[in-house]
């Protein structure tokens, strides 16, 4: 069974940080490309950064400079560092992993970010 599940989202003022985690169970953690994403309410769901299985990243315009995504393959798990946070990046965040040969990907359940005053 495969599982991901999110942790480290909370409530924080506009310039604080949170990071978030995804642990994975049930798959081949080390084959998949890992990514965040995140969906505001009324709003898409919007990919906030995603790390390859090699290691390589990339992140959307908006969190460059701001978000950094890791991984540790041995403890099968993925990071989201988020510092300067703003209200603007409120949304729940969700862990995906994605093995694009036989197209498959994962869900997790999400983690709430608010960024209040």
């Known amino acids: 069974q495969v599982q991901l599940v999110e942790s480290g989202g909370g409530l924080v003022q506009p310039g604080g940080s949170l990071r978030l985690s995804c642990t994975a169970s049930g798959i081949l953690f080390s084959i998949y490309h890992m990514a965040w994403y995140r969906q505001a309410p009324g709003k898409q769901r919007e990919l906030v950064a995603r790390?390859?299985?090699?290691?390589?990243?990339r992140y959307a315009d908006s969190v460059k400079g701001r978000f950094t995504i890791s991984r540790d393959n041995n403890k099968k798990m993925v990071y989201l560092q988020m510092n300067s946070l703003q209200p603007e990046d409120t949304a729940v965040y969700s862990c995906?992993?994605?093995?694009?040969?036989?197209?498959?990907?994962?869900w997790g359940q999400g983690t709430q970010v608010t960024v209040s005053s």
């Open positions: 790390i390859a299985f090699s290691g390589s990243t």
């Open positions: 995906n992993a994605l093995q694009t040969v036989q197209d498959v990907q994962y």
